[in-house]
């Protein structure tokens, strides 16, 4: 006596990811930085009376825009485990190429292309010298800061070039509109977050940088340019750099030997304590973005209670370093609950 074979009509799935439970969730570094920028309102409301009112809040986003605008494109740097020291060197070098321009009497538009474009060139030059030569980012750009800046120490010497048109100026000052006093420089930084986080995570271009940042190797093997995208990339961070000397040149009204001195620091900051990894391959614009508001609102409420800038200096140096140990705790936590 035979037996019919029996089919079985059940069916399973399976999933592309493990399902999100809520610890998941909260223990995102996003999550995190949600909570951490929370309690920096409320540590900052509870210190000082002036902290949360909507014009002082505005008006503080002045402080923090040219360096959130560097931190986007420098997340892509990074992302590809490149870095780009010389941006504020880069902003010395445009400030001072507009500075002598207008002094010539250049009229606003093309003191803006001329900001840029010095820009443009710079990280044009970085670029060539990282992906022509095969070398390491970090020296490049530690070459070219001193290289750039020393540039613009020289021919301004202990002087200031002010001879700013008011046009340019209400750039770096002004607000969007009368009855909405917010500023044109973060309004830019707002729009800019937006376009650099659907062209990192909702196009080719981003898995791209991420599979560059993973394993370089594997990615030039799977037919993806890398020296190339590695190249305009840093033309992209140097114009970023030419665009933040616009904004900060016509909102302070000068160029000065010292301008934008430190800026690299506190950028790198942003980006590491965004969640984007030193070791390449990960990371968010949602995270940088949160980090941008976490250390510039930090900043604001430090000096609204008159602390030093020397302190806030060396905590923007311990948060540098709490955010990149952070991550790997986090990660250790994760992997034991699964």
Known sequence: MSVAPTTSTARYEVADRPPRRLADILLRWESILV??????FLVNTRLSPYFFDFYNLSDATFNFSEKAILALAMALLIIVRDIDLSIAAIIALASLAMGLAAKAGAPTGALIVLGLG??????????????AFSLPS???TIG????FRGIAQVTLGDQALTKYPASFQAIGQGYISDRLPIPISFVLFLALAVVFGIVLHRTIIGRRLFAMGANPTAALFSGIPVNRIRFWLFVLMGLMSGLAAVLLTGRIGSTRPNIALGFELDVITMVVLGGVSIAGGAGGILGVVLAVFVLGMTTFGLSLINVPGIVISILNGGLLIVSIAAPALVNRILRRRL
Do not use: E, K, P, Q
């Open 144 to 147: 070219t800061m001193s290289l």
């Open 35 to 40: 909570f951490l920028l929370i309690a920096v």
């Open 118 to 131: 010095v820009g443009a060139i710079c990280g044009i030059f970085n670029g060539a010298l990282v992906t």
């Open 138 to 140: 970090i020296v490049v």
